[in-house]
């Protein structure tokens, strides 16, 4: 079993930050690609930024220079710092991972955490 559990999320103004963290547990033999997505009400889930396991990163054109994704290996760990939030970045924020589990035979899935509420609001 593996399980990723969201922190950080809350209500800020606009121009004001927040910080993001995911944490995995389980029966992890590794992890490659960790990311972040975000579902908007009425909208699709949409990726925000993603992090290979060798740091390469990649970012939706609507936060680059506003959001910073940084992995902790060591850890199983994904952050996400939010610079600059908009109104429009209101959303519930998902990480993602695609991680190899422990087995006789070892095979690599995909895994959700349960959505943490951004809401910025003045």
């Known amino acids: 079993q593996v399980h990723l559990v969201e922190s950080g999320g809350g209500v800020v103004q606009p121009g004001g930050s927040l910080r993001l963290s995911c944490a995995a547990s389980?029966?992890?033999?590794?992890?490659?690609?960790m990311g972040w997505y975000r579902q908007a009400p009425g909208k699709q889930r949409e990726l925000v930024a993603s992090i290979t396991s060798d740091g390469r990163t990649n970012y939706a054109d609507y936060v680059k220079g506003r959001f910073t994704i940084s992995r902790d290996n060591a850890k199983n760990t994904v952050r996400l710092q939010m610079n600059n939030l908009q109104v429009e970045d209101t959303a519930v924020f998902y990480c993602?991972?695609?991680?190899?589990?422990?087995?006789?035979?070892?095979?690599?899935?995909?895994?959700w955490g349960q959505g943490t509420q951004v809401t910025v609001s003045s």
């Open positions: 993602g991972m695609s991680i190899t589990v422990y087995a006789v035979v070892p095979y690599e899935d995909a895994y």
């Open positions: 389980g029966n992890i033999a590794s992890i490659s690609d």
